[in-house]
Nanobody
Framework: QVQLVESGGGSVQAGGSLRLSCAAS????????MGWFRQAPGEEREFVAA????????YYTDSVKGRFTISRDNAKNTLYLQMNSLKPEDTAAYYC?????????????????WGQGTQVTVSS
């Protein structure tokens, strides 16, 4: 059984930064691509970023390119999302997830394990 636990969320002003972490249990973390999604109240869960199992390739949704950076430390079984130049529209609950395959999926159905989420609130 895989468990994913996010941390690092909080409240910041526009232009600020936060670093989210996702700690994974088990010995298979390094074998799977991972992703970050977010969900605002009343909205569908949307893709933010993904990274291959080795960390060699990444992919971002257009709205966060140049501001967010996804990374991973396989020795620590941890996934990260560095978020800079935050905007009020980035306000959402952020979730990490493990991909079903090696690819950089952008749809929630392409991921099988999810964390409980961490809230990010950006004020103007």
């Amino acid at each position: 059984q895989v468990q994913l636990v996010e941390s690092g969320g909080g409240s910041v002003q526009a232009g600020g930064s936060l670093r989210l972490s996702c700690a994974a249990s088990g010995r298979t973390f390094r074998s799977y691509a991972m992703g970050w999604f977010r969900q605002a109240p009343g909205e569908e869960r949307e893709f933010v970023a993904a990274i291959t199992y080795s960390g060699g390739s990444t992919y971002y949704t257009d709205s966060v390119k140049g501001r967010f950076t996804i990374s991973r430390d396989n020795a620590k079984n941890t996934l990260y999302l560095q978020m800079n130049s935050l905007k009020p529209e980035d306000t959402a609950a952020y979730y990490c997830a493990r991909a079903r395959s090696y690819g950089l999926g952008v749809h929630p159905y392409e991921y099988d394990y999810w964390g409980q989420g961490t809230q990010v609130t950006v004020s103007s």
